[in-house]
């Protein structure tokens, strides 16, 4: 079955300690991205990647990290998580640069860092 | 570069219609709309590529201006299942930005 994969669903951690959130296609999608939705600012790009080494900052890009070492796999990394990443988290792939195939998101990680 | 949605939020009888739109301060190659309902991930409704295009998914359908950045969703005879908060994205010409999403409609359809 074609798919993203999130894992975890769901995380509670505390301010400062290292985490990451893998994601996962099996489509052989170049483009994939992060985003994060909190209430009334809708979804906010935090990092993509049109391809294998190649990533670009989105809109809220601070205090986040991530990686493409492999085509199916890009993990999102807190360095040191504060309360204000609280957040849902959702990835997302896609054929080429995007722009004209829609985008398969996964089912969301849902963060709180106290 | 966040596309600007209108309204911000919508309550309708089922079998009412409703518009929303999205405009965006950039040329843009395409505008994408998906839905998204509660505690779910969006779930893709179409993609607009050309101005003027329409296209329609189930009661449906979307405009896209080119030449005023614009695009519009028309629900038709709005069914309970429309329920969800809708969202538009752009991909900006000449931008580095990626799929860029609005800050989202919330549409409730009462019985």
């Known amino acids: 079955e074609a798919q993203v994969t999130q894992n975890p669903r769901y995380l509670i951690t505390v301010t400062g300690k290292k985490l990451t959130v893998t994601c996962s296609q099996n489509?052989?999608?170049?483009?994939m991205s992060w985003y994060r939705q909190d209430p009334g600012l809708g979804l906010r790009q935090i990092y993509y990647?049109?391809?294998?080494?190649?990533?670009d900052k989105g809109d809220v890009p601070e205090g986040y990290k991530v990686s493409r070492k492999e085509k199916r796999n890009f993990p999102l990394i807190l360095e040191s998580p504060s309360p204000n990443q609280t957040s849902l988290y959702f990835c997302?792939?896609?054929?080429?640069?995007?722009?004209?195939?829609?985008?398969?998101f996964g089912n969301g990680t849902r963060l709180t860092v106290t | 570069q966040q596309p600007v949605q209108s309204p911000q939020a919508v309550i309708l009888r089922e079998g009412e219609d409703a518009v929303i739109n999205c405009s965006s301060s950039k040329a843009l190659y395409s505008v994408h709309w998906y839905r998204q309902k509660h505690g779910e991930a969006p779930v893709f409704l179409m993609i607009?590529?050309?101005?003027?295009e329409q296209k329609g998914h189930e009661k449906i359908s979307a405009s896209f201006n080119e030449k005023k950045q614009q695009s519009s969703l028309y629900l038709t005879a709005s069914q309970l299942s429309y329920s969800g908060t809708y969202f538009c994205g752009t991909f900006v010409k000449g931008g580095a930005d990626g799929l860029t999403f609005g800050k989202g409609t919330h549409l409730i359809i009462q019985p």
């Open positions: 997302a792939s896609t054929l080429g640069q995007g722009v004209y195939s829609p985008l398969h």
């Open positions: 489509m052989n999608h170049e483009y």
């Open positions: 990647s049109m391809n294998v080494e190649v990533t």
């Open positions: 607009l590529l050309k101005g003027g």
